[in-house]
């Protein structure tokens, strides 16, 4: 009998015990990988103290304060993670979780987008060509398909190109004829050279040495790139073709993969947010420009405005570039036509 007690006693304290370690945890437990931080990689070119980078940051302040600290955003600045030219594929394949995109980089990468560098377009505005991106994003797939293995988190027209150079005022295409040009990103490279100048790719970094060195006579570039990148002191002229004689379209990418793991409630955030960021360069930008000419205007810089005569010697000296980019998109079976078509009825809406 005794027996029989001792063994039932210990079958039942053997059973407390394993239903004990069943349920207690301890204090010292790992947390559940919700609560943990997600930390994320975005490669940039600009330098961290341009007035724009403080946009990026403050919009990351917002993500993480909107997520209750759940999202830290790791900004790498000036080229630090990724070259420019690296940005896109490097976001693609997963180098950095996120990146800032100049469409344009890798020419020939997306050519039915490389409609927003075509010159001389005529786009009134950076809100205007941001709104006429969109509405062309929307109703061409071909246009979409092009960003591959990548989440566009933002999308917006960059600030306009213009011509500067060290010692020369420049009004009509022939003023430039045998000129070494920086023209960067695609920008108005196939252009300058139709009109006989030599255009030539030069990263940012090297801008300012390729002008002070005389190895480049002239830039094609924002105010905002003359300024960020110190090519200011050395260009005392400027032609200014309105709102700009090219623009890009700047993106903020994210790694498909990185964004599929996210949380429904953290990718809402960034979604929600989206708007925020892209009209908060914009305006950024806009403070920007007017800080930058202000200060090339107290460095005693000219300012060139073409005549409307003068403006249509440079639209007409760019149409053979627009009508053969036409032709040779059509010709991998993408809709160029109908994508510069809709762009020039919605510039000529936007211009009234």
């Avoid at 980078?53 to 997520?67: G, H, L, N, R, T």
């Avoid at 469409?103 to 505005?125: A, E, R």
């Avoid at 990185?258 to 947010?273: A, M």
Wanted: hydrophobic share 45%; charged share 20%; with cysteine.
């Amino acid at each position: 009998m005794m027996t029989r007690i001792l063994l039932k006693t210990t079958v039942s304290i053997s059973i407390i015990a394993m239903f004990a370690t069943l349920t207690f945890v301890p204090a010292f437990a790992e947390k559940p990988a919700s609560s943990k931080v997600i930390e994320l990689s975005f490669a940039h070119t600009i330098p961290p103290v341009v007035p724009i980078a403080k946009v990026y940051q403050q919009w990351a302040q917002m993500i993480s304060d909107k997520s209750g600290g759940k999202v830290k955003i790791n900004f790498y600045w000036s080229e630090s993670l990724l070259k420019a030219s690296e940005l896109y594929r490097g976001v693609q394949t997963g180098q950095a979780d996120m990146a800032y995109y100049v469409i344009g980089l890798d020419y020939g990468l997306m050519p039915l987008n490389m409609f927003t560098k075509l010159g001389f377009m005529g786009y009134p505005s950076m809100e205007a060509g941001t709104e006429i991106y969109q509405k062309i994003w929307d109703k061409f797939p071909e246009i979409r398909d092009e960003l591959k293995g990548v989440k566009v988190m933002a999308a917006r027209m960059s600030p306009g190109y213009h011509l500067s150079f060290p010692n020369k005022e420049v009004r009509v295409p022939a003023d430039i004829k045998g000129m070494k040009i920086i023209s960067s990103g695609a920008g108005l490279a196939a252009e300058l050279a139709t009109m006989g100048a030599a255009p030539m790719d030069v990263k940012v970094g090297d801008m300012y040495m390729s002008m002070e060195r005389g190895l480049a006579e002239g830039i094609c570039a924002h105010f905002p790139v003359l300024h960020a990148f110190g090519v200011l002191p050395v260009v005392n002229y400027h032609t200014m073709f309105g709102s700009g004689a090219v623009f890009s379209i700047d993106n903020v990418l994210m790694n498909l993969k990185t964004w599929n793991s996210l949380p429904p409630d953290i990718q809402k955030i960034f979604e929600d947010l989206s708007p925020w960021l892209g009209q908060g360069i914009i305006k950024g930008d806009n403070g920007y420009i007017a800080m930058v000419i202000g200060k090339a205007k107290e460095m005693g810089h000219t300012f060139i405005t073409p005549t409307p005569a003068e403006m249509a010697l440079w639209r007409e000296a760019v149409q053979p570039v627009h009508d053969k980019w036409i032709a040779d998109t059509e010709a991998k079976g993408l809709p160029a036509k109908g994508v510069y078509e809709e762009a020039k009825k919605l510039i000529k809406q936007y211009t009234r």
